[in-house]
């Protein structure tokens, strides 16, 4: 990805954080990464049985078409599958993980883009943050979600499905906020039990990391789980948000997720 300050485009995190957010007077844009990008990431990677890209949704970037547009520039020469996740964040990141993990047991690339398919979609994100100001700036939700939000003095949450970020019922603090995303996981997990999935976590956050440890040591206490980590936003994903989002990631591998 690319942020833009100014006049001057950098690559997603070669500017700290706080310069990004200090500089917003500057005016700031994001951009996904062209064709060229990706071929070059592909030629790089490719070890000679064939790449996997991994997109964000491809409703919320363009980055899914750029991909497709690099794998038909180098057709013929490396093999090249794209995957458009429907997901961001922490969702698609437990998708790499599937993806990785049927690539270190061995399977084809079909194999590796089959995992991470099945991954992404059932995965669930849920968050919270302050305020849905910047997702309704960007059309990512409706403005009157933001406004209602706003005007009532609620913390917004959301779940992020079927390729965009859709508002939940608002709650009344941060706590309650992080209570029912907790009881959502623990929900899901219930409705799971008999079929004993393999659990992958990621706690994500933008700029409150310690929020986000926090939600993970809460549903790791719940169960064995086989993968937890917590991510931090980049500064593309934050000009987006805004900070202060707070959220889980969850794959109950095997479980089909409930909407």
Known sequence: MWVTV???AYRDGDLPMEEVLSRLGEGLSTSGPGPGDFAQAVEAADTGSGVAILTVSGQMSSSYEAARLAAKLLEGEREVAVV??????????L?????SKAARAGLALRGVVAASERAAREARLLATLPSLEHLARGGRVPGSAAWGARWLGLHPLFEFREGTARPLRPARSEEQ????????????????AKTGPAVHIAALHAMDEAAAEGLLAQVVARTDVETAFVSSFSPVMVAHTGPGLVGLAWWLEGCRRGL
Do not use: M
């Not at 998708?95 to 993806?99: E, L, S």
């Not at 996981?185 to 219930?190: E, H, K, P, T």
């Open 84 to 93: 458009d996740t429907g997901t961001a964040a922490g969702a698609e990141g």
């Open 95 to 99: 998708a790499v993980v599937a993806a």
């Open 177 to 192: 906020a992080y209570r029912r995303i907790v009881d959502a996981f623990a929900s899901d997990l219930a409705r799971c």
């Open 6 to 8: 100014g006049a001057t």
